[in-house]
């Protein structure tokens, strides 16, 4: 049984940096697409950043320059630095990733639980 299961998330100052990791254990080969999303209270979830079977990685604007995403050598793991961190920024933090277990099977799309991040003082 494949999950994603996010850490990292904490309480962080404005200005400080946090990196937020989504693992994914079970009897999978590797991740292909590895996106992030957060949901801020009584808001819509959000699309941040995606990064591709290629290595190709993405953030949405408003949150470039600040926020990356990166994934680990085995492709099992994939990450979302965040610095210059915003009160605004406080959300939980989905990652939702399409998995291979079977290399010669089709990738299938997991969400993670989420892990809360807050910014404050």
């Known amino acids: 049984q494949v999950q994603l299961v996010e850490s990292g998330g904490g309480l962080v100052q404005p200005g400080g940096s946090l990196r937020l990791s989504c693992a994914a254990s079970?009897?999978?080969?590797?991740?292909?697409?590895g996106r992030w999303y957060r949901q801020a209270p009584e808001k819509e979830r959000e699309f941040l950043a995606t990064?591709?079977?290629?290595?190709?990685?993405s953030v949405v604007d408003s949150v470039k320059g600040r926020f990356s995403i990166s994934r680990d050598s085995a492709q099992k793991t994939v990450y979302l630095q965040m610095t210059s961190l915003k009160p605004e920024d406080t959300a939980v933090y989905y990652c939702?990733?399409?998995?291979?277990?079977?290399?010669?099977?089709?990738?299938?799309?997991?969400w993670g639980r989420g892990t809360q991040v807050t910014v404050s003082s």
């Open positions: 079970g009897n999978i080969y590797r991740i292909t697409y």
């Open positions: 939702n990733s399409d998995v291979i277990g079977d290399p010669k099977a089709k990738a299938t799309n997991y």
């Open positions: 990064i591709t079977p290629e290595g190709h990685a």
